[in-house]
């Protein structure tokens, strides 16, 4: 069983900057060419889930169009840890963001809610103007 969890949400205002990371632990990390892809998604109240970036463990990424140019994703294989940097944050930004894995490496099943088999916790991220 493979766990997640998130940390570096809190509260910035607009314009600013948080990093958000996760760690992977359980059964996760054995295999690093065909390691489970890693993911992040948000939601905000009354809004449903929504893929914001997603990364397999040969770097490859995928990243919503709505952070495009300002949240980049990276991906530490050796320490099964994945982080998003998310510069010039919006109010609209704000929300609540869960790390995310599947069970198949292809970066793509990390970008759709129904693909993912593990959840973490969710950290929430405020933006004030």
């Known amino acids: 069983q493979v766990q997640l969890a998130e940390s570096g949400g809190g509260s910035v205002e607009a314009g600013g900057t948080l990093t958000l990371s996760c760690a992977a632990s359980?059964?996760?990390?054995?295999?690093?060419?065909?390691?489970?892809?890693l993911g992040w998604f948000r939601q905000a109240p009354g809004k449903e889930r929504e893929h914001v970036a997603a990364?397999?463990?040969?770097?490859?990424?995928m990243i919503a169009d709505s952070v495009k140019g300002r949240f980049t994703i990276s991906r530490d294989n050796a320490k099964n840890t994945v982080s998003l940097q998310m510069n010039g944050l919006k109010n609209e930004d704000s929300a609540m963001y869960y790390c995310?894995?599947?069970?198949?490496?292809?970066?793509?099943?990390?970008?759709?809610?129904?693909?993912?088999?593990?959840w973490g916790q969710g950290t929430q991220v405020t933006v004030s103007s």
């Open positions: 995310a894995t599947s069970k198949y490496s292809w970066v793509g099943y990390c970008r759709s809610a129904e693909s993912i088999d593990i």
């Open positions: 359980g059964d996760f990390g054995f295999d690093p060419p065909n390691d489970p892809c």
């Open positions: 990364i397999d463990s040969n770097n490859n990424a």
